[in-house]
């Protein structure tokens, strides 16, 4: 028996536009930190909250965006919130005042929040349900390509000497070709959908709060990795260009969702979870000791760090296509945009905590103690998964 068809001009499409969205969010994360410090003489702490401000507008707009795509014709606000995503990076170079820049940020937030609430329930009206775990671990492979490459390049032209206008022009020149590829995705026509009355599980999936809350604590130190890496590096000591941290964590994603996806469409999404938090409960631990083990041994603890990296890809990059999925199997599929907004609120809430937790320790003690601190919390994620949320999906999953 033949399978059902998952590449489509339109899929492919749709990842690209995701690549090429993500390839632009990317670029910027590891250099504005610098760019805050260089241009508006920010101090640690007060970083977390400026680029917090980010994940918490994309947090507040996912559960009314969630519904608006369940309730409207999707396409149209996609295209809509990736313009108005797009056309922020062209607003940064024109930011002269740390206010500016926040009221941007925000406003960036909010569109991040759309677009990928809305890119992420397109892809899986486009594509068979048979295939789904497959096809969104190969969309979330297009984010893993667009990491790799993103930070490194931005860490790169910024190293290099480049100014932070031609780097906010790479990224808007990314999402310009990304809108172009996003308008050119078909989708079958869908009759807007009477709803019962609001009510909050039209803005949330009360029935994904406990896996939420596993994925909100995980990505607690998600949040301080990918934001404040480069600079843990250098407190520690290590002098390797840190940007390829990013590409063997996207390597390790890259890799783990070639077979996590499909292990997922075999009913083992739990199973899948449960060993992504083993292996991110050991590289939370071994990142947190290479602030020790460098004054032993600096070569060994830089391989190291790099190794860390990609087992860390691995982690995650086994546990995202199965958390979107569990998602998704606890709703009907009239409200897939709010099962999909829940995956993507719960997970930034965990960003924000991780961006402004992450700068603060930092600022009172150091790096090491904020990644020793999310290393107790992936702990926490991966018992309270075993005892609460895996057994809950199991009985409340509808497929």
């Known amino acids: 028996m033949s399978k059902d068809r998952l590449v489509t001009p339109s899929y492919c499409l749709i990842l690209a536009a995701n690549f090429l969205l993500y390839f632009g969010f990317w670029l910027l994360i590891p250099v504005l930190p610098f760019y805050l410090n260089e241009v508006f003489q920010v101090a640690e702490a007060t970083i977390g909250i400026v680029l917090s401000c980010y994940t918490i507008a994309a947090l507040c707009i996912r559960p009314f965006s969630g519904y608006l795509l369940d309730t409207f014709a999707r396409k149209p606000l996609y295209l809509f919130a990736y313009f108005i995503f797009m056309l922020i990076f062209a607003g940064y170079m024109l930011a002269g005042t740390l206010t500016l820049f926040i009221i941007l940020r925000i406003v960036h937030g909010l569109s991040f929040g759309t677009v990928t609430v809305g890119g992420n329930t397109l892809v899986i009206d486009i594509m068979p349900s048979s295939r789904r775990g497959e096809g969104l671990g190969y969309y979330g492979l297009a984010n893993n390509i667009a990491m790799s490459i993103g930070p490194m390049f931005g860490l790169f032209l910024h190293n290099a000497g480049e100014s932070y206008t031609v780097i906010f022009s790479y990224a808007l020149g990314a999402c310009i070709l990304g809108l172009l590829a ?73 890799v783990s969702r070639l077979f996590s996806g499909r292990l997922v469409d075999k009913g083992l999404v739990t199973q899948v979870i449960s060993a992504g938090l083993y292996l991110v409960c050991f590289c939370y631990f071994s990142l947190t000791a290479c602030g020790w083990l460098v004054s032993w041994n600096l070569t060994a603890t830089t391989a190291f760090f790099f190794v860390i990296a990609l087992l860390l890809g691995i982690g995650f990059g086994t546990m995202f296509p199965a958390y979107n999925t569990l998602f998704v199997n606890l709703a009907p599929n009239s409200q897939r945009g709010t099962a999909t907004s829940t995956y993507l609120t719960s997970w930034d809430v965990g960003l924000g905590i991780g961006m402004l937790t992450g700068g603060y320790i930092a600022e009172i003690a150091s790096f090491r103690m904020a990644y020793l601190f999310g290393s107790a919390l992936t702990v926490v994620s991966m018992i309270y998964f075993r005892v609460k949320a895996g057994p809950h999906f199991l009985k409340n999953k509808l497929r």
């Not at 890496?229 to 390790?252: D, K, P």
């Open 182 to 254: 996003a308008s050119m995705v078909k989708t079958t026509y869908r009759p807007p959908v009477k709803h019962d009355p609001i009510s909050l599980d039209r803005f949330i999936l009360l029935k994904g709060i406990p896996a939420g809350i596993s994925l909100l604590l995980l990505s607690i130190p998600y949040g301080m990795t990918t934001n404040y890496v480069a600079m843990y590096a250098r407190q520690i000591g290590i002098t390797a260009e840190t940007g390829f941290f990013f590409t063997c964590m996207a390597l390790g994603m890259a």
